[in-house]
C-alpha cells in the first residue's frame, strides 16, 4: 500500500516537472516568434510619402521635438550602385528635455546607444506609405525607474503627434 502511494507520488511528481518544462519551452517559443512583431510598430499613412515626410518634420517641430538628420536610404544605395529600394527616409529626433532626464545620471548614459529616437517613412511597391517606429511603450518596460517614466512619456508624444497621419 504505501509502496503504491510513493509510486502515484512519484507519477505525480514527474508529470508536474514536465509539465512546468513543456510550459516553459512553450512560453519561450512564443515569446520568440512574437518580440520582432511588437518591438516595430508600423502604421499606414494617409498621405502621399512626400507628405507624410513633410508631416513628420512639421508635427515633431511643433511639440518641441528636434529633426537632427534625415537619411534618405534610397539615395544612399543608389549611390553606391546598388539596387533601387524605392523612397525610404529615415529621422533621427530627439526632445532634449527627455534626452536630458535620461542621461544626466552616468549610470544612464549607456541608453544612448538607443538615441535619438527614429522613425522611418518608406513607400512598397505597391505605392502604400508605411511609418514606423520602435514599440518605445514596451521598450520602457525593460527597464524601469527613470528610464521607464520617460520612455513612456517619449510613447505618448510620439503617438500624438503621428496618429493624424495614420489611415
Request: charged share 25%; proline share 2%.
Amino acid at each position: 500500500m504505501a509502496e503504491d502511494k510513493n509510486q502515484t507520488k512519484g507519477y505525480k511528481i514527474s508529470f508536474f516537472i514536465g509539465g512546468l518544462i513543456l510550459g516553459i519551452a512553450l512560453t519561450g517559443f512564443a515569446i520568440a516568434f512574437s518580440m520582432p512583431r511588437m518591438m516595430i510598430e508600423v502604421n499606414e499613412s494617409k498621405l502621399e510619402f512626400d507628405e507624410t515626410v513633410t508631416q513628420i518634420q512639421e508635427a515633431a517641430a511643433a511639440n518641441g521635438w528636434t529633426v537632427s538628420k534625415v537619411y534618405n536610404i534610397q539615395k544612399s544605395l543608389l549611390d553606391e550602385g546598388k539596387q533601387d529600394i524605392g523612397r525610404l527616409r529615415v529621422f533621427s529626433i530627439c526632445k532634449p528635455e527627455h534626452a536630458e532626464e535620461i542621461l544626466k545620471a552616468d549610470g544612464r548614459k549607456k541608453v544612448s546607444a538607443m538615441m535619438p529616437c527614429r522613425v522611418s517613412v518608406y513607400e512598397t511597391g505597391d505605392g502604400r506609405v508605411y511609418i514606423a517606429g520602435m514599440n518605445v511603450g514596451l521598450m520602457s518596460k525593460l527597464f524601469g525607474g527613470v528610464i521607464e517614466e520617460v520612455m513612456k512619456k517619449v510613447a505618448e508624444e510620439q503617438e500624438q503627434m503621428f496618429t493624424p497621419i495614420y489611415k
